[in-house]
């Protein structure tokens, strides 16, 4: 406890005699250790910013360099052509050395120079190469010579050992489309979507656009794209996110589970032992930017510039907006436990504490009888409910003094914590129904006993499982499931727990109590929290849940009919909707556009005239042979569509940053408006997933996360989730609203599960239990 530490390292007092000081030598020793500790912080962090200043050189390379000149003087040649003697006549200390010495610092001066230069242009040429993407066009296995020159010179100039963020200053910005372009894939995507009538008018309003207002608006956006990292993502993030009024919970938020089928430990505090010391293992790994940069076919690196706020950071409520705020390196954690709040240190003399550490600290929580103080239990309800009522809140009763205190540790913690007295997971007397309810428990809880606001929320249950829950604004799921890999994978691969369940190693008695916020709430502050309650109440109860695993086969099978498993997995979602709706819809799939600096995701129109032609003949019963074809054009459709997403040739977030500009310019676009106020009734998103080095799918299935899911985007829509896990199988998470009479989780599950079924008839219809021969992992899978 660092603050009580500098308040009792020394204590005075005044006498006749003098002043008497008294010094707490311990307290003093764990103020010397925090110190100690941060400036070893602050050095790494100088040294790596400086390796990834140079890279893709190295810092030896300049000592090479500097080398290589010297020995090319000595043979008495000039590499530098007059540059060095220049040099030489301008330095200011040539009076004081002799001209040996002079030479010496003339030529280290140009060797840098020198250094410097190839820096930029070995810098220069990454970032030309990394704009190619002709790559991603063409198939496995049947690359042009170009694209494998391309590939062996990104290879030479990627330098080696790259850190995290080694690769940032050599990434392209994201390509501004040409309006006719843009506004030609549009009208493509809506084609089967609308009557003869609607498509003519729709198509007569997008070209008055591109003929008029909408070069003016491209020529502002072009504008911020030469002066900006990435023309859309700062828009993005506080148009879509922070500008939103309504509540984040649900709406925004997304979460992530535990292992399905494994409960490494049903000791509560041991769980939470090792997973907050995994969760600061990897902090420390970020913080050291050990986390290896992704990359595609190992070779194309992508940006990693969303990982800089995972930790230590809260969205801040406004009445405009919101704001991200991030602070560095938080020694402490908040923990919710029973309407109480928590701070907990993770650090003791200058080192992470231990699992068995960390357990003995939450057991400390967990048996601590103290009551919550007026107004605190359902405190967390406002991070639930509207944007405008937390602000007014925030700023009237958390503005000052031990309010604003206990506040600012939330929101400056590593991250939040809460000890549910619940027990969720996959339950043996009724799987599927407690798996929904696990899903609804991670999404809202009980709509007060999470941090909404916090970058991510760690829950760790009474019977050992664990979830987190994330807030959206900062980054994307694929960021938080990277995180969310290794520490499932930490807790039980490398910590593990002793025969009795608990953490490995020693518990130390000494460790200073976890410290009891307090709270002075008034009534009305309490009423504002009832009212936000019973808006988030409302929100979540209306939330229809529904997440099953599909087990009858996966991605091996997909891929031996040489078929994408998204694509695969998307035309099954299209074929589900259709018999669950009888007609089709504007679909929504995420896409990632990490091939360019600061980006984040575009949008992949997963319906399309292909995909519609597909799923009519084959509901109308037409021949087998006809529908295969149909449907490998819709799949291939579908395959190029999310590579013109990932390359930057999307539709909606272009057509998104003009509609921005036109709201700054004042004007009104028709066709900006109608196209932004389409609804997304179907919104998909793939999980993928990252560190499969770290796991065993083949001795140890079991060890396999659920993914996560988020809640639907439209009112009477639907949202899935879905994550390929192994060969075998795929989880998915649907969500719905029960306020919607055409809406149900169950049956749309269902839907999709038929779909698959009928799908892999189409390709081997006499084949009962196709993934049972010729793949040695099923059957233990299974």
Not at 58 to 69: C, E, H, R, T
Not at 240 to 252: K, T
Not at 300 to 327: A, K, L, N
Not at 465 to 486: F, M, Q
Request: proline residues 5%.
């Amino acid at each position: 406890m660092a603050e009580a530490h500098q308040a009792v390292a020394f204590q005075f007092t005044i006498t006749p005699e003098g002043i008497d000081l008294q010094l707490s030598h311990q307290a003093l020793r764990q103020v010397y250790l925090s110190g100690v500790r941060s400036w070893k912080k602050r050095l790494s962090r100088l040294k790596n910013n400086f390796i990834t200043g140079v890279y893709p050189a190295s810092p030896s390379s300049w000592l090479f360099v500097v080398i290589a000149i010297l020995a090319t003087m000595y043979t008495r040649s000039d590499p530098s052509m007059g540059l060095i003697a220049k040099i030489q006549e301008h330095l200011p200390v040539s009076q004081s050395l002799s001209p040996q010495c002079q030479t010496v610092v003339s030529a280290v001066l140009f060797s840098t120079l020198l250094w410097l230069s190839l820096i930029f242009t070995m810098r220069l040429c990454l970032k030309q190469l990394l704009s190619y993407h002709r790559w991603m066009f063409e198939q496995h296995g049947k690359l042009s010579n170009t694209t494998k020159i391309w590939v062996a010179l990104v290879r030479i100039f990627s330098g080696r050992k790259p850190l995290l963020y080694s690769y940032q200053g050599s990434l392209p910005n994201l390509p501004v489309p040409a309006i006719k372009d843009t506004v030609k894939r549009y009208l493509e995507s809506v084609l089967p979507l609308m009557s003869a009538s609607e498509f003519e008018r729709m198509k007569s309003l997008a070209r008055d656009f591109e003929s008029g207002l909408g070069n003016r608006l491209q020529w502002y956006l072009k504008l911020k794209a030469l002066w900006a990292a990435n023309y859309v993502s700062d828009w993005w993030e506080e148009y879509i996110y922070l500008r939103s009024r309504g509540p984040i919970m649900v709406n925004s938020n997304y979460y992530g589970m535990d292992f399905l089928y494994v409960t490494p430990t049903p000791i509560q505090a041991a769980r939470a032992g090792n997973t907050l010391h995994a969760l600061l293992l990897y902090r420390r790994k970020l913080n050291r930017e050990e986390i290896k940069p992704w990359l595609l076919r190992s070779s194309v690196p992508c940006c990693s510039y969303q990982f800089e706020r995972m930790f230590d950071t809260c969205r801040i409520p406004g009445e405009i907006t919101d704001t991200v705020q991030h602070w560095q390196n938080s020694d402490y954690l908040a923990i919710y436990h029973r309407g109480r709040y928590f701070r907990l240190w993770m650090y003791n003399a200058g080192r992470l504490l231990s699992p068995r550490e960390i357990e003995y600290q939450i057991q400390r929580i967990l048996d601590d009888p103290s009551p919550p103080s007026a107004g605190e239990e359902k405190l967390g309800a406002l991070t639930a409910g509207d944007r405008v009522p937390w602000a007014q809140a925030r700023k009237q009763f958390f503005n000052s003094g031990i309010n604003k205190r206990s506040l600012d540790c939330i929101e400056k913690a590593a991250f939040f914590v809460t000890l549910d007295d619940d027990e969720q997971g996959m339950m043996g007397n009724d799987p599927d129904g407690s798996l929904d309810r696990y899903a609804k428990s991670l999404l809202h809880g009980k709509c007060y006993d999470r941090w909404f606001d916090k970058s991510f929320s760690v829950v760790i249950y009474k019977n050992g499982k664990t979830g987190l829950n994330a807030e959206h604004s900062w980054a994307d799921a694929p960021v938080v499931a990277h995180l969310w890999e290794y520490v499932l994978a930490t807790d039980s691969f490398q910590l593990g727990y002793n025969e009795e369940g608990h953490c490995k190693g020693d518990i130390n008695p000494n460790l200073p109590k976890p410290q009891r916020l307090s709270w002075d709430i008034p009534q009305e502050c309490q009423e504002q929290i009832s009212e936000s309650l019973e808006v988030a109440k409302a929100l979540a109860d209306d939330v229809d849940f529904h997440v099953f695993p599909f087990r009858d086969f996966g991605k091996w099978q997909i891929k031996k009919f040489r078929l994408s498993p998204d694509a695969f997995i998307q035309m099954a979602l299209q074929l589900a909707y259709y018999r669950d709706k009888g007609m089709f819809c504007l679909t929504y799939e995420a896409s990632m556009t990490r091939l360019f600096r600061e980006g984040r995701t575009e949008t992949v129109r997963s319906c399309t005239s292909e995909s519609c032609a597909f799923v009519k003949a084959l509901e109308s019963g037409e021949d087998r042979d006809h529908c295969r074809r149909l449907f490998r054009q819709a799949c291939d459709k579908h395959q190029h569509l999310y590579r013109l997403a990932m390359t930057g040739a999307g539709i909606d977030r272009h057509l998104f940053c003009l509609y921005v500009v036109s709201k700054y310019l004042g004007v009104e676009s028709p066709f900006l408006k109608e196209v932004l106020s389409e609804p997304w009734r179907l919104s998909t998103s793939q999980t993928p997933f990252q560190n499969v080095e770290l796991f065993d799918l083949v001795n140890h299935p079991e060890y396999i996360s659920c993914g996560g899911g988020f809640g639907p985007v439209a009112d009477d829509g639907y949202g899935v989730a879905y994550i390929i896990l192994g060969e075998n199988m795929i989880n998915f998470h649907v969500s719905c609203k029960h306020s919607c009479a055409q809406t149900d989780s169950h049956k749309f599950g269902a839907q999709i599960r038929r779909a698959l079924l009928d799908l892999l008839a189409l390709f081997c219809p006499d084949q009962n239990e196709p993934t049972i021969a010729g793949n040695p992992q099923t059957k233990k899978d299974l």
